[in-house]
């Protein structure tokens, strides 16, 4: 079982994973409308804080080290297939997201890109018969349920 602050940072719909430095972000707009009342002044409503959302980088690459130093013995074609299993299955469910700030909550996986960190090096790791176990940068975007 993943656990935070031993082997990744963050955990997803029960897999923990490892967050890019700098980009963990979250946002809470506030609900509120203004409107133009018939004499001209301003109509506004405010709601107060709306739910929160997450956007942050997540780290699929190969070797990674626990923070004790040793190997997690996840290659990154692995990291990532997980992420796209869980935005994949998520259709209309939440999913728990644990973090060291705000603990466990309920979300929805809003959004998935993922870029390769350099594609020739590992075709030619393919090429050169290395395993199919490319690395990847994973821009997830989580909406508090």
């Not at 990532?80 to 994949?88: E, F, M, P, V």
């Not at 594609?119 to 393919?126: E, P």
């Amino acid at each position: 079982m993943a656990t935070i602050g031993v082997d990744c940072e963050v955990i997803l719909d029960g897999t923990g994973y490892f967050v890019r430095p700098g980009s963990y972000e979250v946002r809470q707009p506030r609900v509120r409308k203004t409107s133009v009342r018939a004499d001209g002044s301003l109509s506004y409503v405010d709601l107060g804080p709306g739910k929160r959302s997450w956007q942050m980088v997540v780290l699929c690459l190969n070797d990674l080290l626990r923070y004790d130093g040793q190997p997690t013995g996840v290659s990154g074609q692995a990291y990532r297939d997980a992420l796209r299993a869980s935005y994949g299955g998520s259709l209309g469910a939440t999913l728990t997201f644990v973090d060291p700030i705000n603990g466990s909550v309920s979300v929805h996986f809003d959004g998935y890109s993922e870029r390769i960190i350099d594609l020739h090096s590992q075709v030619s790791a393919l090429a050169a018969g290395g395993s199919l176990a490319a690395s990847y940068e994973v821009t997830i975007e989580l909406l508090e349920a």
